[in-house]
């Protein structure tokens, strides 16, 4: 009896720290624009308990657009925000103080995935002429997550570069991949932007093709600084030390996928399996798309000058709104050079 007691006094024990623990941690929600690569490395770290090592409870939520990802942290849905530097600065533009304090991915990996069939109709070939293939969608139905963020301004710009405004082609709003998709199989719209899993996806299953893609047609934009995490520069100010330690993590998470790929992807997935209650990615379309994206991932917390000079250019970002109006490097430019550990 006074064995099965101390056995009961040692379990309530552990259950009483394990609950002081996670009472401890300190509660974090990151808002995403999807449930995407451009996001890895803090679903890695989530999956990793690097947050946790951190004495962080981070969730991660995918609300669907850069622009819910500024309101949700304009509005305090979220405490951080992982979005493109085009919807920050749009954010910091209209009154909102808002900074970006490390990166998430470089480059600017969109795809303009047409539907089936669609360039024999307008007599182009993938590996043409790009002002033809701009040309070809004059008139045409483009679905994208978000008009007024990243998406659409590929779009727009395609069409500039191609001597067109920006009314000729018609843009719709589907914020998620699988509604996306569905349209172009079911020929709804023309074509799409997307990112992986999208054209991997739609060539896989035989009803979709790449029409542009952004690293062969546009190589300059391989290199700029596009996905950052940024928070209201209040709540920088306000709480430095937990920022640094999500840095930390997020950090970990980084160095993890330029050091051990498989590791890190299938942590990534493992994360995408949890959030579709179970299912699982292909791994043939798993391993396509990690490999699509490994160039672009970012292999250092802070944003780089060259970087911020290339997606100023791309996004048109207006000069009132300069670089150390937009950012905060300091505590990236810390865990940068600290020891990995």
């Known amino acids: 009896m006074l064995k099965a007691r101390v056995v009961w006094l040692v379990v309530a024990l552990i259950s009483s720290i394990g609950s002081q623990a996670a009472l401890a941690a300190e509660q974090v929600r990151i808002a995403v624009s999807s449930t995407s690569l451009f996001f890895a490395s803090a679903y890695v770290a989530k999956q990793m308990r690097y947050f946790e090592d951190n004495g962080l409870d981070v969730t991660v939520v995918d609300v669907g657009s850069g622009s819910n990802v500024i309101a949700s942290v304009v509005g305090g849905s979220a405490e951080i925000g992982g979005a493109g530097i085009r919807n920050i600065s749009q954010g ?3 009154g909102q103080d808002l900074k970006a304090f490390g990166s998430s991915l470089k480059g600017f990996p969109n795809f303009l995935v047409v539907r089936k069939g669609f360039m024999d109709e307008v007599g182009v070939k993938p590996d043409g002429p790009l002002t033809a293939r701009i040309a070809s969608l004059r008139g045409k139905t483009i679905a994208v997550n978000d008009i007024g963020g990243s998406a659409g301004d590929f779009v727009r710009e395609l069409l500039r570069r191609g001597g067109f ?14 509604g996306r998709l569905a349209a172009l199989k079911a020929k709804r719209v023309d074509a799409l932007v997307g990112y992986a899993p999208e054209p991997e996806t739609a060539m896989l299953e035989g009803y979709g093709e790449i029409l542009i893609d952004s690293a062969t047609d546009i190589p300059e934009i391989k290199s700029i600084e596009y996905i950052m995490y940024f928070a209201r520069a209040a709540y920088l100010q306000e709480k430095p030390d937990r920022i640094e330690r999500l840095t930390r993590a997020i950090a970990k998470a980084t160095r993890l996928m330029k050091d051990d790929t498989t ?7 493992a994360q995408m399996t949890a959030k579709a209650f179970g299912g699982a990615t292909d791994p043939k379309l798993a391993e396509l798309q990690w490999n699509n994206m490994r160039p672009y991932f970012a292999t250092a917390m802070a944003i780089t000058d060259a970087g911020m000079k290339g997606a100023r250019a791309f996004f048109q970002i207006p000069d009132n709104l300069p670089d150390d109006v937009l950012i905060d490097n300091s505590l990236a430019r810390r865990v940068d050079a600290m020891p990995a550990r």
């Open 92 to 94: 910091v533009a209209k």
């Open 263 to 269: 590791t890190a992807r299938d942590a990534f997935f």
């Open 165 to 178: 405004g920006d009314r000729d082609a018609a843009l719709i709003n589907i914020s998620s991949t699988p």
